[in-house]
Nanobody
Framework: QVQLVESGGGLVQAGGSLRLSCTAS????????MGWFRQALGKEREFVSA???????????YYADSVKGRFTISRDNAKNTVYLQMNSRPPEDTAVYYC????WGRGGTMEHVYEYWGPGTQVTVSS
C-alpha cells in the first residue's frame, strides 16, 4: 500500500509561481512513476504531468499541451517526493491537483495506469 500526500496548494495571483509537492510512503519510491492530474469544478479530471522511474523509462517526463513550457515536474528520490513547479499560471489552472503513483514505473498520461492517488490539493488562481 502506498500513501500519497500533496501539499503546496493555495490561493495565488495569476502570473505567479507555485510549487506543489507530493510525498509517498514506501521503500521503493525510485521504482515508481509519478503523475499529476487536476480536476476543475464541473470538469473531468485531466492529465497534467508525469515522470517515469529512472530504471524504467530513464525518468522520461510527460506534459499536457496546456502546461508545456510553464510547468516542470521533478523528483527527489531521497525524500520520496515529486514536485510540480507551476509558473505563469492563468486562472484556468484553478483546480484540485492530484498526485498519483504507478508502482510499475511506466507512468504516462493515462489515469488507469496509476494505482494510488492522493487526496488532492486545491490551487486557486485569482485574476
Amino acid at each position: 500500500q502506498v500513501q500519497l500526500v500533496e501539499s503546496g496548494g493555495g490561493l495565488v495571483q495569476a502570473g505567479g509561481s507555485l510549487r506543489l509537492s507530493c510525498t509517498a510512503s514506501g521503500r521503493t519510491f525510485t521504482s515508481y512513476a509519478m503523475g499529476w492530474f487536476r480536476q476543475a469544478l464541473g470538469k473531468e479530471r485531466e492529465f497534467v504531468s508525469a515522470i517515469a522511474a529512472l530504471t524504467c523509462s530513464g525518468g522520461r517526463t510527460y506534459y499536457a499541451d496546456s502546461v508545456k513550457g510553464r510547468f516542470t515536474i521533478s523528483r527527489d528520490n531521497a525524500k520520496n517526493t515529486v514536485y510540480l513547479q507551476m509558473n505563469s499560471r492563468p486562472p484556468e489552472d484553478t483546480a484540485v491537483y492530484y498526485c498519483a503513483a504507478d508502482t510499475w514505473g511506466r507512468g504516462g498520461t493515462m489515469e488507469h495506469v496509476y494505482e494510488y492517488w492522493g487526496p488532492g490539493t486545491q490551487v486557486t488562481v485569482s485574476s
